[in-house]
């Protein structure tokens, strides 16, 4: 086999657990093995075949590392000087994204921060490495995703960065996500803030009682805007899950393109990119169950007709739904309705998509366009 042309299915190693499971057969042949520190893993790599197998950012002792060579494998070095690994195998999470704020660090020398600042000094120069290194990354993080939502009811959730915690937009957009989830739907956002935000808190919130949802709230507004201090308006938000644990699980797909935009710490995963083209079209195509759309700007917009476009020409196979919420917005502010519903006229789509009036009306709405 051709070692360009991909492992066989279910031939990708990215834990430690999945290696010494595989090093019992005695072969890593045609296996791709991604960021698994194999330092003390010396002996299951001199008795194996790890032919035409692919060993990406996998730290080995000098010995193992000549065998594999030597044996036919394909070896990318780990580079230990980069703020990211490019060859994770997993999707980020708030804590490590946020490594040390909690503690009373600063946001600057968080490795969300770091690995922002490598990408504005990378984004523009032309360097081939780096720009391979950002494509690796994100094709990387891209499969944990795939595999973290298979067989999953995604519902997408579109909305602006604008909206502030306090205001009843923010506890609107909180009582979706939250109510989503306790229908049982896997709720994903852009993973920024405002509206992001709201509705990855609201998917967090949903374990818990109602109490604790309008405490949580009311923490969440004492503290100053993104815009004012990243480091405080985060800090506040792993407070708040420090006070209450265990919440409900969520996503997130933010991206280091729109460094004015952070992660916000509800989207439990999160699958930050470099390329924001990625971003867009890779969280549209995830969402199996459908995507609402909360009132918004330029990218909510251009988000409603990336969705539309598939939907128009069935790029994606069967229309999925789309809702957009509030008719005032979506008819006179910006009045993507009335041509959203002429794409849709006399095409599959236009028993799948809605306008409602507000949160409320969502879930149960999804649900019809579902069975339309």
């Known amino acids: 086999m051709d070692a360009a042309a991909g492992p066989p299915a279910g031939r990708e190693i990215a834990t430690l657990e999945d290696f010494d499971r595989t090093a019992l057969t005695g072969s890593f042949a045609g296996y791709r093995v991604q960021a698994v ?9 001199l008795v194996s075949d790890t032919s035409r197998a692919v ?20 070896v990318f070095p780990p580079l230990p000087d980069l703020p990211f690994d490019p060859y994770r195998g ?12 909690a503690d009373g660090g600063s946001y600057e020398d968080t490795p969300d921060a770091r690995t922002s600042r490598w990408f504005r000094r990378t984004a523009t120069d032309g ?9 690796v990354h994100d094709h990387a993080l891209r499969d944990a995703l ?6 999953q009811r995604v519902v997408g959730v579109m909305g602006g960065h604008a909206m502030e915690r306090g205001g009843a937009s923010y506890a609107g957009a909180a009582r979706l996500g939250r109510a989503l989830a306790r229908r049982g ?12 935000e709201a509705v990855n808190f609201g998917a967090y919130a949903a374990p818990h009682d109602e109490v604790m949802f309008g405490k949580a709230l009311a923490v969440l507004a004492a503290a100053p805007p993104f815009g004012a201090s990243v480091g405080a308006w985060t800090r506040t938000a792993l407070a708040v899950r420090e006070r209450w644990p265990q919440g409900g699980p969520s996503y997130g797909m933010p991206t280091w393109w729109y460094g004015q935009e952070p992660t916000n710490a509800f989207a439990t995963h999160v699958a930050k990119l470099f390329a924001v083209a990625a971003r867009e079209d890779g969280l549209l195509s995830r969402c199996s169950a459908g995507v609402v759309f909360l009132p918004g700007a330029a990218g909510t917009v251009q988000a409603v007709f990336d969705a539309a476009t598939a939907n128009h020409y069935g790029t994606r196979g ?35 998509v809605a306008l409602v009036d507000g949160v409320a009306d969502v879930p149960h709405t999804l649900e019809q366009l579902a069975d339309a």
């Open 318 to 352: 069967e229309p999925a739904p789309m809702v957009l919420v509030d008719r005032a917005h979506w008819t006179r502010v910006l009045p993507a309705w009335p041509l959203l519903q002429s794409l849709a006229a006399g095409r599959a789509m236009a028993r799948r």
């Open 127 to 135: 360097d081939v490495l780096a720009s391979m290194l950002r494509s």
């Open 55 to 74: 060993f990406l950012g996998c730290p080995m002792e000098p010995q193992a590392l000549a065998h594999v060579r030597a044996g036919g494998a394909l």
């Open 146 to 151: 795939d595999e973290r939502l298979r067989r």
């Open 185 to 196: 739907f896997t709720v994903a956002t852009g993973g920024g803030p405002g509206a992001m």
């Open 37 to 45: 520190d194999l330092t003390d893993r010396t002996f299951a790599l």
């Open 90 to 101: 997993s999707l980020y999470t708030p804590e490590e994204l946020y490594a040390g704020l």
